[in-house]
């Protein structure tokens, strides 16, 4: 049987590690993938901030393919065809008997007029990291906008803000929410606002951005706010357009599935990650497909033995730990909250040991 796994994200990323020791029976594996690393979406932000240096936060998929016994295959994915059980890609098309699909998402900026190749999103991020290179090189003045209010755009806001300080004249985090970070406490919350103040950080709420132009962000309100460069963190848009792959979509366009990870019109066709639709839906986040990858691996040996599946049943509270760009963090969890250099130690220690388990 050949199973084919579509994207190196986080889910991708520890089944293989699983499989290193417990391979499925029987099975060829192929990883399929853009780039030859991956990068842990938690340490992305001291990446940006400086803190990080680019082999800390990626993961090497193409060591890690070959301690797992896959063929890795260095390219872009185009399309899948669920009934044809066949993946095109930019150098050739794949068949395959099993697929597993974890390829994350990308900024939503689908409903905005004049969005330009000049603009910044942290997904994917390799090119994100090229174009902030250059602009922090060029030393001109800078404007910026970042959109998206969530933790991606709180993250980003402070990590750019300490990167490029010296050429900063201003710096606008917007949402649509009536307030950043919604899905915090109220005292992580007055945490973050607090921080953003201490960078002169401007924070506009309740605004929808309607189009990009030259001169910066047109409102629904008719507000204009000014920007030379704009960052899009705002929710989530599939990675892979699949409207005519043939399997169920939700209204966003990611791919339905079960409890057990299986597409709800393939069996065939496992989805986890920010991919993964779910009822009722579950955040976009890489804790969920940390979580998601135990029964990926499994549910996959499984299925190639006959075995019955196993659902993944996500317990709804999370550790949300948001790194401040300064030695600090805010770090959430039941309604409880906590700040400081010892929550960014906690935040710095359970992310390098995630790293060190692909070492
Ligand atoms: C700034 C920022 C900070 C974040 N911080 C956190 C955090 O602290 N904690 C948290 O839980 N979440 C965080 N997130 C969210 C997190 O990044 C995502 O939810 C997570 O990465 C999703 O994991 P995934 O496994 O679905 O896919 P990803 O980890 O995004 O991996 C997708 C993989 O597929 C590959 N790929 C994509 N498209 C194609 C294609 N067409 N062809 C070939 N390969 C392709 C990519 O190269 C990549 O290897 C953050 C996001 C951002 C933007």
Request: contains cysteine.
């Amino acid at each position: 049987m050949h199973l084919l796994l579509l994207g190196g994200g986080h889910a991708h990323a520890l089944a293989l590690l699983d499989w290193c020791t417990r391979p499925p029976p029987g099975v060829t594996l192929t990883l399929i993938s853009r780039d030859r690393v991956s990068p842990y979406s938690g340490m992305l932000p001291g990446l940006i901030a400086g803190l990080y240096c680019h082999d800390d936060i990626h993961i090497d998929l193409a060591k890690l393919a070959e301690r797992a016994g896959a063929r890795f295959i260095v390219d872009d994915i185009l399309g899948i065809d669920a009934t044809a059980q066949t993946v095109t890609t930019r150098k050739g098309q794949h068949a395959f008997d099993i697929a597993s699909i974890d390829l994350g998402s990308v900024p939503e900026r689908r409903h905005v007029a004049g969005v330009t190749t000049r603009d910044l999103a942290p997904k994917p991020l390799a090119p994100f990291l090229s174009q902030l290179g250059g602009i922090a090189a060029s030393g001109t003045p800078l404007s910026l906008a970042i959109v998206g209010g969530g933790p991606a755009g709180f993250e980003l806001a402070l990590a750019l803000s300490h990167r490029l300080s010296a050429q900063l004249t201003s710096l606008t985090l917007l949402t649509d929410a009536p307030d950043i970070l919604m899905a915090l406490p109220p005292r992580a919350r007055r945490l973050a606002w607090c921080k953003l103040r201490e960078r002169r950080i401007e924070v506009l709420t309740s605004v929808r951005v309607l189009s990009r132009d030259d001169q910066g962000l047109r409102l629904e309100d008719g507000r204009l706010c000014p920007a030379n460069h704009v960052v899009w963190a705002s929710g989530a848009a599939p990675a892979l357009d699949l409207s005519t792959s043939g399997l169920a979509l939700d209204a966003g366009g990611f791919v339905r599935v079960h409890p057990t990870l299986q597409s709800l019109t393939s069996e065939r066709i496992f989805v986890s990650g920010d991919m993964a639709s779910f009822d009722p839906p579950r955040p976009k986040a890489g804790v969920q497909a940390v979580r998601q990858a135990p029964i990926l691996a499994q549910n996959i040996r499984n299925y190639v033995a006959g075995h019955p599946l196993l659902s993944h049943n996500p317990h709804g509270d999370m550790l949300v730990l948001l790194s401040n760009a300064d030695g600090s963090a805010i770090g959430a969890r039941s309604g409880l909250t906590l700040d400081g250099r010892l929550v960014w130690w906690l935040k710095d220690a359970i992310d390098r040991r995630f790293m060190a388990r692909f070492a």
